[in-house]
């Protein structure tokens, strides 16, 4: 090349890397960067080759994946296809069994013949799948946005030391435009595009981002808004390209179509075949269960304002050391698969300390009961627990709440409502947290099974009916994200605990960790790197610690001076500028 030419190739660089320098804005500026220029310079190319920019890799099916599929979940899924063939092929002999003249009707079959007919034709009634349409309630365009601005929030506020002793304030932290290459920005990309089946994040263009605001703000889709929600859908898309650090573009590579985003609660319901009897054992097993804990240890159910439960009241004479405690299970077969947890807190829990376990049906799998395929909704939840405990006369006192997996959705919904009923509070392996990010919707509705572990949840849960219809079609996101700053007392270990694990299959217990460190959450974190989802209920470990932690005692504390502007009945620190700014961005939150 001349020297001209390398001088000509110079000035044009140092013009492109300027150019590039103008499109970033300040922390004061209200315009959106610009994504850097697409040029031949390596340089130039740098930020379009992070991680973000790359196809997120999901792994590849391993040898336990293709034992569970040949061993377990293949023959368990044929039985009701099988069933429709023999009870369809039994039908036709016997309506040809009217012209023997020999053998009657009844002596067409043999007995173990009759009797498989009749329970193949169970298994042809039991298998249903519904398509029901989303049932998510709508909310104000004031309260949505104040919400999505909160989602945009979090992780801009820096990381808060364990002893600190202010608050940490995530929702005071300006909303503002990031670079490209700004830390925060490239997290945020890296995860978020999961919305997107994990598509490079310079793929997704301003069309998908619509789309998917559409639905996530609003439950329709982009076609079906009013313009007043077109116009806050815009402002939105704005404020995503503030936080990603850079513009979407806005027609999609050549020769493809714009992304379709994940769309919970308008995707078809993902229902898997499953035999009958699978229900038949787990009611039988409920039921056992039940009435066990009734024998051995006075529990009885009952139902109030359409909430079942199990209780251990203690006797009127007896006056409990502790709050009450309510536990919230999680999704699968109910009761059952909690009973060892249970068994180990009715042995060490003292019998003057009432215990209520409510009970879920639409998501453990009981077929005959009427919230099967129809749920609870919010609103009568929190209804119904508030008045429950006001018949028990435990909204004085407070209640100590336990919740595993879905359960801590409704352990997220009363600290909305009514937070100075939850005294104390203890997450196991919670999805309510950066439920924003999208780990829960894609690994437990989305996701392809890649090791036995995934497709055994994908069987034996996810694509379970009720399940399915309750994630699917009734999952309010912007209700059951939880925020650090809504729980009392969250960093005090007497207050609050959380158990998380590493490899956990329906969230990222990574995330989760780095969220609640983040905001100074330390000795009240029980941290497994290699535990896997429900392991604290159900291994000795973990039961170990949930015990300690519910048996223990009330540490004192001395009251902060009057004149610190700390309220005393919070002793980490909640001041009334806190206060201030979550009413500003949770409305109606209730405050004891």
């Keep these: 090349m001349s020297l001209a030419g390398t001088r000509l190739r110079q000035r044009q660089l140092r013009a492109a890397v300027t150019r590039r320098q103008t499109l970033y804005t300040s922390a004061d500026d209200n315009r959106v960067p610009a994504p850097p220029p697409d040029t031949s310079s390596d340089d130039l190319k ?21 034992l569970a599929l040949v061993f377990l979940v293949a023959p368990l899924y044929l039985v009701t296809p099988l069933s429709w063939a023999y009870a369809a092929y039994t039908a036709r002999r016997l309506y040809l069994s009217r012209y023997n003249d020999v053998h009657t009707l009844s ?21 249903y799948a519904r398509n029901y349409k989303s049932r998510v309630p709508q909310r104000d365009m004031h309260e949505l946005q104040l919400i999505f601005t909160r989602v945009l929030q979090s992780g801009l506020a820096p990381k808060v030391a364990p002893n600190a002793h202010p608050r940490p ?6 909303l503002v435009s990031l670079k490209y290459d700004d830390p925060r920005a490239s997290d945020f990309r890296n995860h978020f595009r999961l919305w997107f089946w994990g598509a490079p994040w310079k793929d997704i263009t301003r069309e998908s981002m619509r789309r998917w605001l ?8 982009l076609s079906e808004i009013d313009k ?17 650090g850079g513009r979407l573009r806005e027609d999609p590579p050549e020769g493809r179509d714009h992304i379709e985003p994940l769309a ?28 066990y804990l009734e024998w051995k240890y006075s529990m009885v159910e009952r139902e109030y304002e359409g909430i079942g ?28 698969q ?12 003292p019998t003057d300390r009432p215990i209520l376990i409510p009970l879920q049906p639409s998501i453990s799998q009981t077929i005959l009961h009427p919230t099967h395929v129809l749920p609870l909704s919010r609103d009568q939840w929190v209804n119904g627990l508030y008045r429950l405990f006001e018949k028990l006369g435990w909204d004085e006192e407070g209640v100590t709440m336990v919740s595993h997996s879905k359960g801590s959705l409704i352990h997220t919904w009363m600290l909305k409502a009514y937070p100075e009923l939850i005294k104390r509070s203890c997450f196991v392996d919670p999805v309510c947290f950066c439920l924003f990010e999208g780990d829960l919707a894609w690994n437990f509705v989305y996701r392809s099974p890649t090791n036995a572990i995934e497709l055994i949840m994908k069987y034996f849960a996810a694509t379970e009916p009720g399940i399915a219809l309750a994630v699917q079609r009734h999952f309010d996101w912007a209700a059951n994200a939880l925020w650090f700053e809504e729980i009392p007392r969250a960093r005090d270990p007497y207050y609050a605990a959380y158990f998380v694990g590493g490899k956990d299959a329906v969230i990222d217990g990574w995330r989760v960790r780095r969220y609640l460190t983040n905001h100074g959450v330390d000795e009240n974190l029980y941290w497994d790197p290699n535990g896997q989802h429900g392991q604290p209920v159900f291994d000795k470990k973990g039961l170990k610690a949930l015990k300690n932690w519910l048996l223990a005692s009330e540490p004192k504390r001395p009251a902060p001076p009057s004149d610190s502007g700390i309220d005393s009945s919070d002793a980490s620190g909640w001041s009334e500028s806190e206060d201030e700014v979550l009413d500003c961005v949770i409305p109606n939150r209730r405050r004891p």
Aim: glycine share 4%; hydrophobic share 45%.
């Design 46 to 66: 740098k930020p379009f080759d992070d991680e973000c920019n790359k196809p997120m890799d999901f792994g590849r099916r391993d040898l336990s994946f293709w």
């Design 107 to 127: 002596s067409t079959l043999a007995v173990w013949e009759w009797a498989l007919f009749v329970y193949c034709v169970f298994e042809s009634l039991a298998h």
């Design 169 to 174: 304030q995530s929702p005071a932290e300006p």
């Design 214 to 221: 559409s639905w996530a703000v609003f439950d329709k889709p």
């Design 228 to 244: 007043m929600q077109k116009i806050a859908v815009e402002e939105a898309t704005i404020m995503m390209e503030k936080r990603a």
């Design 264 to 291: 919970l609660t308008w995707d078809p319901v993902n229902v898997w075949s499953r035999p009958g009897i699978i229900y038949v054992v787990g009611e039988l097993l409920n039921r056992s269960s039940k009435w």
């Design 309 to 336: 439960y199990l209780i251990r009241d203690p006797t009127p004479n007896q006056i409990p050391a502790h709050s009450p405690l309510v536990l919230m299970h999680g999704l699968g077969i109910g009761v059952v």
């Design 338 to 349: 909690y009973l060892l947890g249970v068994l180990l807190l009715m042995h060490h829990v």
